[in-house]
Structures are given as C-alpha cells and as structure tokens.
C-alpha cells in the first residue's frame, strides 16, 4: 500500500501563512502589506485518487480581518478538511474561530479568543474554547522575531468512541463530555534564512488546571516557504500534538504532513 503525500494548492487574496491545525490560535501578521482596514484570505485544494472507489480529498479556509486604528484587529476564521471514500467519509475536521490582538507593535499586549472546532476521525464531536493571552516580544528583526504567550482558557468537549481501535475499550455511554480550565504558554518564531527560504515555528504548551495538571498538551508546528517564483511558494508543512489526558482512548500522539504550493494573487 503506497503513502499518498497531499499536494496542497492554495489561492490566497493576499500573501499569507498556510496554516491546517485546529488547535492554532495564532498566525504571522506582515504589517508592512496592509493598507486597508479589511483583509480578506481564501486558500481552496482539492485530489482526487481511485481505488475500489474515486478518494475525494478538499480543504478551504476563509479568513477576514478587520485593523483598528489603535494596532489591534480582529480576525474571524473558518477552515474545513473533508475526505470521502466513494460516500463514506473518512475524515471531516475543522474550526471556527474568533480573535482579537496586537498587530505585533507592542512589547507587551494582551490577546483573546473563542474557537469551535471537531474531528469526526478522532471521535471530537465538539471543542470550544474561550480564552486571553498576555503576549511578550523579545525581539522583531528583519530576518528574525521572538515572541511568547501565557494565559488561561475554558475548554468544553465532547467526544465519541469512532477513533477508538479496541472495542473492549468500549463505554456503554456513546458519548463522553468534560469541561474545565487549562493554563496556555506558547512561543512563536520566524526565521528568513535568505531571500527565498522562510521557516516559521509554533509551540503550545497546555496544561488542565486540576489534580492532573501535569498531563501535557503539546502542540507543535514547523512551516517552511520556499519561493518558486514572485507569487509562488513551495510549502511544507509539519504539525504534532502530544496529549495525554484524552476522554476516550485513543493514541495520545497525533501528527500532519503536508507538501504544498501557494500561490500569492
């Protein structure tokens, strides 16, 4: 059986990192390319492979976002990945998200969010989230920048038994439902290598603010764009989370390769 590698094609209105993790609560904001109080962003792929029946793969994401005068904006976000195997879908994930946040112009600054996401392959029926950050920037260069985060947010969850592999493991309630706060630190970091290569890393650190508070989220991220030509970049992407406090049992580590190109209009 041979690995399928996703080519990812994105159509963006704008220059803009390509980001598919639905734990992401923060992206890279170029400043110096806004002019306007709105911003809009589109990415959009699609394959399509046949075996026994034709494999369906497409994702979208919509991103609009409105500046204030005072270097905050707020950003609303939707992004959808679906896989279909004839009329049987494998995979159905995504989120919805809301933020509001410094334009990356302060040294410190304050950030807040509200997000609804699922993953019907992992069994999340649902995930929402409602949390703020307080934000630190180190430094901002031109080749280099630094920031971190740390904050507090609520989490409400429910999750069924589809990702679980063991049917022993079986509960008899189909579905499984918990809330309470976790403690957020985060860092942040951007390297421009030369003129042709970008990397970008995201590292989230999540803890349940209870009796298990040292069964760790991590979540990591590693973007590297490679431009091809003035509007186009080669993209690869890597994302990993570690979680050990899941409601059902399922793996505890979850990870996402991507190869891509995107193209800036």
Partial sequence: MFSKLKIIIAFTLFSSPLF??????????????????????????????????NVLDGSTK?????????????????????????????????????????????????EAFVQYQWNGALGMEYREVLGSNIRKRFFEKKKVDLYAGLGVFYELEQWNWNGVEN?????????????????????????KINDNVDVSTLSYFQF????????????????????????????????????????VPISNYYYTLNFGIQLKW
Avoid at 22 to 46: E, H, M, P, Y
Avoid at 104 to 110: A, F, K, L, N, V
Avoid at 177 to 186: C, E, I, K, P, Q
Avoid at 212 to 236: G, Q, S
């Fill in 20 to 53: 598919s993790q639905i734990l992401n609560v923060d992206r890279i904001t170029q400043t110096d390319s806004i002019t306007s109080k709105w911003a809009g962003f589109t990415d959009v792929s699609f394959s399509s492979d046949k075996l026994k029946n």
């Fill in 167 to 191: 049917s022993e493991l079986y509960s008899e309630t189909p579905t499984n439902s918990r809330s309470f706060f976790r403690l957020n630190h985060y860092w942040k970091m951007a390297y």
């Fill in 62 to 110: 919509f991103e609009l976002n409105h500046f204030f005068e005072n270097n905050y904006f707020i950003v609303g976000t939707i992004s959808n990945d679906i896989t279909l195997n004839g009329k049987e879908v494998i995979q159905n994930e995504g989120f919805i998200q809301i933020r509001y946040r410094d334009m990356d112009t302060r040294e410190w600054s304050t």
């Fill in 208 to 247: 349940p603010l209870n009796q298990d508070f040292a069964n760790l989220r991590w979540f990591f991220e590693l973007n590297t764009y490679i431009k091809m030509t003035k509007n186009t970049n080669f993209v690869i992407h890597w994302d990993h989370t570690y979680d050990n406090y899941r409601i």
